[in-house]
């Protein structure tokens, strides 16, 4: 019952299945007067978003790190990272979200290393536009978004609607490219090792948290692993492992919804005293006074 609980309150299971309605992509339209406006509960989804803030500043959480986003502020989310949206009274923003699959079945490829290295560098991927960067993305998401809600069954739907999301793609591509820090697009064998490494720890680091098991499923050696890693992501594979091991006991410690030794347990630990060993190593802290530290209901 808990877990369920828990699984209701984070996992955003509404928005996985209707981004599975959309075929992988979906466009909303948000605004913070709306009864149905995002939760201010943590939550994490497993797709990626691009946000435009159309008016007002957003306040949120960004794996447990505060960010405020203004007018014109742009922002890529990644999967699997922790969201709060915090207090926001009046703002509004366009949000696009797509999965995996989606961009696997037309051939975009996102660097998730290069991702994944500007998130922990930073924890957020942001950039401000200017009044005519601004009005080109924010026609663009507008275009898409009225297009997602033509009828299905209009000729040449599918291809229409993707043609309109690759031109709101390119055009931050040239924006960012224009500012000398391009967008994490790339596909070669050191980024597709990489990518293919951190889905699997996304998939599995509860159950596995050996270096030794993703190589063998990579069918390459630990060794090799980490160097391609390190190189990518400028951390080294176990480096990463915890992390992720870490992000997640965070985020059930922060629920509530459970005790530490049922934590320790989700997580696969043999016992609490293990567990709380590692996450003190790790964080300098208790899993009991992280949880004290971070008191949000559900």
Request: with cysteine; glycine share 2%.
């Amino acid at each position: 019952m808990q877990q369920e609980l828990l699984n209701t309150t984070f996992s955003e299971k509404e928005h996985e299945e209707a981004l599975s309605l959309n075929d992988g992509l979906m466009a909303k339209i948000h605004h913070s007067r709306d009864p149905h406006y995002c939760s201010s509960e943590p939550f994490r989804i497993s797709s990626y978003a691009i946000i435009l803030v159309t008016k007002g500043k957003m306040h949120l959480k960004i794996n447990f790190v505060e960010h405020i986003l203004n007018q014109r502020d742009i922002l890529l989310i990644f999967p699997h990272a922790v969201y709060e949206i915090k207090d926001n009274s009046d703002v509004s923003f366009i949000s696009i979200h797509f999965n995996k699959s989606y961009l696997k079945n037309k051939g975009v490829f996102f660097n998730s290393g290069n991702a994944y290295r500007m998130f922990q560098n930073d924890s957020t991927y942001k950039f401000s536009l200017s009044k005519e960067e601004y009005t080109f993305i924010y026609y663009d998401m507008l275009a898409l978004h009225k297009k997602l809600n033509v009828p299905k069954d209009t000729p040449q739907i599918k291809n229409i609607v993707h043609n309109s999301f690759l031109e709101l793609l390119y055009d931050l591509f040239l924006i960012k490219n224009k500012q000398k820090d391009p967008l994490p697009f790339a596909h070669d064998s050191k980024t597709e090792l990489t990518n293919r490494f951190l889905s699997l720890v996304s998939e599995n680091f509860k159950q596995e948290k050996r270096v030794i098991y993703y190589a063998n499923c990579l069918r390459i050696t630990p060794r090799h692993l980490s160097q391609v890693v390190k190189q990518v992501t400028d951390r080294t594979a176990g480096e990463i492992i915890d992390e992720m091991v870490i992000r997640e006991a965070k985020l059930l410690l922060t629920s509530h919804v459970m005790n530490i030794s049922e934590v320790a347990m989700e997580l696969r630990f043999s016992n609490s005293s293990f567990f709380g060993k590692y996450f003190k190593k790790q964080t300098g802290i208790t899993p009991s006074e992280y949880k004290l530290s971070n008191n949000i209901a559900v």
